[in-house]
């Protein structure tokens, strides 16, 4: 359990990072073409486009300081978490404040659809490792990367979560079972679209991971 704890916070900021990296190149690099975006999808006003072009540009600059703790010889994750907690807060804060709430939910329903995609794309990579292995049908591969991509998504936020925390007893004990419980799901998942052969093919390996 300790090591697992271990090997999630290694990680923690890395994978934050990558889950924001998306919006802060837009934000740094194209202000113009993502608030183009952002105006014909969530139908801003005059009085709220440069409202959010500022709320954009201050998450840009408050990324950038999060990624340059991260250049460092020995990071601190917890502190790059932090940090990128902190930016991410401020920013939805305050897209909250200057959107309405239908504005902000179509916000949030975006946001997610574009994550969900995200996650299918890593999880879709993992499936190239599993396809001769478990002799997956183009079908299967297809129906698998949503559950994956949704495993894979809720580890993470999982890890974002506590990454920047101390782990005391409890929160480990609250943090194995919520791996246990996703881990779970998501093999639930898998099961109802994969054989009984190519599932136990799927745990075999598991298992040898572990070892």
């Known amino acids: ?38 105006t014909e999808t969530l139908e801003l006003t005059d009085e709220q486009v440069p409202k959010v072009e500022a709320l954009l540009h201050q998450f840009a600059v408050d990324m950038e300081a999060a990624m340059a703790l991260a250049e460092v010889d020995e990071p601190d994750n ?28 179509t916000l949030e329903t975006t946001l997610d659809a574009v994550f969900q995609e995200m996650f299918e794309d890593i999880a879709e990579i993992r499936l190239i490792d599993l396809e001769p292995v478990l002799d997956l049908t183009p079908e299967q591969v297809e129906e698998l990367k949503p559950v994956m991509g949704s495993g894979m998504r809720q580890i993470v936020a999982l890890v974002f979560e506590y990454g920047d925390k101390r782990l005391t007893m409890p929160r480990k004990v609250k943090l194995g079972k919520s791996v246990k419980r996703i881990q779970a799901d998501m093999d639930a998942g898998m099961s109802k679209i ?12 598991k298992e040898e991971a572990k070892s």
């Open 1 to 38: 359990m300790f090591s697992q704890i271990k090997v999630l916070k290694t990680v923690a900021a890395a994978m934050a990072l990558m889950v924001v990296l998306p919006c802060f190149a837009l934000a740094q690099g194209e202000d113009d073409e993502v608030l183009s975006i952002m």
């Open 194 to 205: 994969l054989s009984e052969e190519q599932m136990a093919k799927y745990n075999a390996m």
């Open 78 to 105: 917890q502190a790059i978490l932090g940090a990128v907690k902190k930016a991410r807060s401020a920013f939805k804060s305050g897209m909250k404040d200057v959107l309405d709430k239908e504005q902000f939910e």
